[in-house]
């Protein structure tokens, strides 16, 4: 409760800012931009934690919480015009009316997104996140993990076998051979240690819901950044002047797009992906000219959330060059460099972070001997002379720029030139000549040609929309020329569109899960699109945008009532969570390793073990060593050797990449099939025996209380399953007798086990409540089903409580069998 009210009032403090700083704005505007920032701020402040190494879930809250208090102080002290005038704050439009069009479509769109895929496991990204996410709530948030139960294994075949699966069975669990150009990996830790896949700020995000509202409901903040996606891009429209029809279409192809949908039902980085460009254009296309250097934030965001900066870098120098060229700004000449010089602190933080998944992720650059080895060196010279090369550049600009300087005659210049129309147009038509050159020279058939990217976003921005769009920005360029906001769309549609689609990712592999890295995008060809055909207003737009919806509504239906890329439901999870204690040892088949192994051993702190096929006394070697080993696996097993604990069934959904459509190859429905989970206890074999877990094996005991019972037969009984050999016998007490009550000094206990005694202690006032200790022969433990008697005089509780009239011997826990090595 606490961290979720820390957290509320950081939320607070963040929409007050957003209020507070757009002040001139309508409220609503100012609110949902304190939302996304309140997001943004969680994910700076949980990056800083990382490369320190000190993130937890409540540091990350109660930061970000610290954090947008201080940005509202600043943000109350920069806009204040009058001493203690509070009404000079706030003065925002109140009107609910200018919001409608964002506010049905958000309502409209609310059941495309609601429902949520479940829980994947390891071996793919989502699943890798939802682990991480998992591990951070139960307070395992240190860089670098150790499965430490490799380090209880003595026998060198086992280990090497303990540590295969460790490999084979946690894709996603990060483990750099001996060469890799590690700086943060320790591997003296041994080859059971690694880091978990991806850059963990999203992973932070999923964990801050999941301890607020559940586990289960991790997920769920992603419909809120859906929506704020639909009243950014509406908040773009609007500072375009485009008309209202265009705006109303703009935000609902952009609520309907699949991609965008399957993303926001995902436990994927990509949905905040796609705002954090939306953002972008937000600030960039504001009509107030001096907030632009606010663009900067989604850009720094950017570079503590995913390593792909460095492939949209060209992009928001490309943006800041030109709009320094046309308007000669001096915060444009400034934040070239600053992008630059931030983009080189985020590779620096990402691969102290994760260097393994960071240096792999600039593989395309992997060319003429660049690898893993030298590309800190490659970066870092890159970076130097793209650094030099703006601040070249902004000498050169500011050279030619005259003191008579007018940013509108030069716009009326350069939209005025037929060379400079010529050169958009050429920017439309060569990257699109170049893809259906290579579309053409590359694929044989029309099935494999549907997967080129560029006809995977006509299909997400509109199937007619796009298309349309990009012949009316070749006959009307000149209409981009004319505005500086419209040159930025342009000039984002052009490398985020068109450039990305040639030459950073020519194919879609297959949907949904690869056309995801198409999500971040399509809000910029919607709007691009929007500006293009918003002279010919509704009249082609609407149906333009009707039929596009039609095309893809059978995808959208689809999508509404089933979930995908799901291997277990969170209720099961946290059903076998519940069974399994702390003490236990939990065997998992080989079928529910890589979705359980890391979850059920961080949720409950046990020891977790994947099966070895080749191993045929694995369990009863477990058992030796931990106690009460639990077995999850699908299989029905012998009633005689195994106690059934839970038992399920479980959905198994993802894509087929079969049955998908014709025209775009998005599927038309996911693979799925149901799969049996069991949760059995080890009977046979059991070292380890407990009130609260065993209790049906106890006989001669009263009622269960808390974690104890108190034996109310002079001879109790503990059913065992041993096998044999000398053990050392622990009873451990659940509290101690009242022996100044009942009058005595000192009370007896023996044990005898098959009717043999195997020692007795006393209970006096020095060693009350605390463990006996006894020990058995081999010869007097039998191969299996053994009993275990406890003798003990009886006394009545009415001495020590006068309301309790039972007859009770002493009160014990648990009973441990260690074998003697």
Known sequence: ML????????????????VVWFRNKNIIEGAVMGIVMWFFIHILVSMGLFVIDKYTVFRAGCGAAAASFAVLVLAIFLRRSKPFRWKHIFRNDMSVKDMLIPLIVSLLALPLVTTKNEFFGMGQDQGVYQTQAILFMNGDTKRQKDITEYHDVTDETEKAAFAYNIRSRLAGYDIPHAEYPDTVYDRSVGPSSGIIHGIPTYSALLAMWGSIFGMEHMEDFETILFVCLIFVVYFITRSLKLKKTTSACVCALTAVAPVIIWTAKSSLTEIMLTLIPAVFLYFMTDEDTKQRWMSIIPV???????????????????????????????????????????????FFMMKQVQPFYTMNNYSPLFVGGVGVHNITKVVVIGSAAAFAAVIIFDLIVKKLTKKDFSQKKFLRKASSS??????????????????IIKAFMTYSDWKSASHVTLWGFCANVGFLVMPLAMVSAL?????????????????????????????????????????????????????????????????????????????????????????????????????????????????????????????IRS????????????????????AARYGRVMVITKDILDEEDYTAIYSNKIHHIEDDMVNTGTIIPMPKFFYSFLEEIHLYSYDKYRFVYTAAGDYSKLSGVSGLE??????????????????????????????????EQIGRDSVEVTLLLNGEEIGTQEITQSNNGQPLHFSADEDQVLDGENVLEIRSPLWSASLANPNDDRELGIAFSSVRFSPVS
Request: contains cysteine.
């Open 3 to 18: 961290f979720a009210a820390i957290c509320l009032v950081g939320v607070i403090f963040s929409i007050l800012s957003g």
């Open 300 to 346: 720094a965001v950017f570079g503590c959330y995913h390593v792909s900066l460095y492939t949209m870098l060209p992009m928001f120098i490309m943006v800041y060059g030109g709009m320094y060229v046309f308007t000669r700004e001096r915060q444009y000449a400034v934040l070239m460099p600053v992008t630059v010089a931030g983009y080189l602190a985020s």
């Open 418 to 435: 037929k060379l400079f129309a010529l050169l958009l147009r050429l920017l439309i038509i060569l990257p699109c000549a170049y893809i």
């Open 475 to 599: 006959i009307f360029a000149k209409f981009f020329a004319e505005s500086h906001q419209r040159l930025v769309v342009f000039i984002m549609f052009f490398y985020c569109i068109l450039i990305y689609s040639a030459f950073l990712r020519f194919e879609v592999r297959y949907y949904f899960y690869f056309s995801r890295y198409l999500a971040p995008f399509i809000p910029v060809g919607i709007i691009f699109s929007g500006i293009a055909l918003d002279r010919f207003g509704g009249k082609l737009l609407i149906p333009a945008a009707a039929a596009s919806f039609l095309f893809i509504a059978r995808y959208d239906a689809y999508l509404v009532w089933h979930k995908d890329d799901t291997r277990i439901e969170w209720s099961v999870l946290s059903d076998l969570a519940d069974f399994v204690e702390a003490d236990n040892c939990v065997l998992i088949s080989n079928d529910y390793a890589s979705r359980l192994w890391l979850p």
């Open 603 to 622: 949720m409950t702190g046990a020891h977790v073990i994947p099966v070895d096929d080749s191993d045929p006394d694995q369990l009863d070697k477990l």
């Open 706 to 739: 808390a974690t104890f019972c108190w034996t109310d037969s002079e001879e109790a009984q503990v059913e065992c399953g041993l096998y044999p050999g000398d053990y050392d016998v622990t009873l451990e007490m659940g509290c101690g007798i009242p022996l």
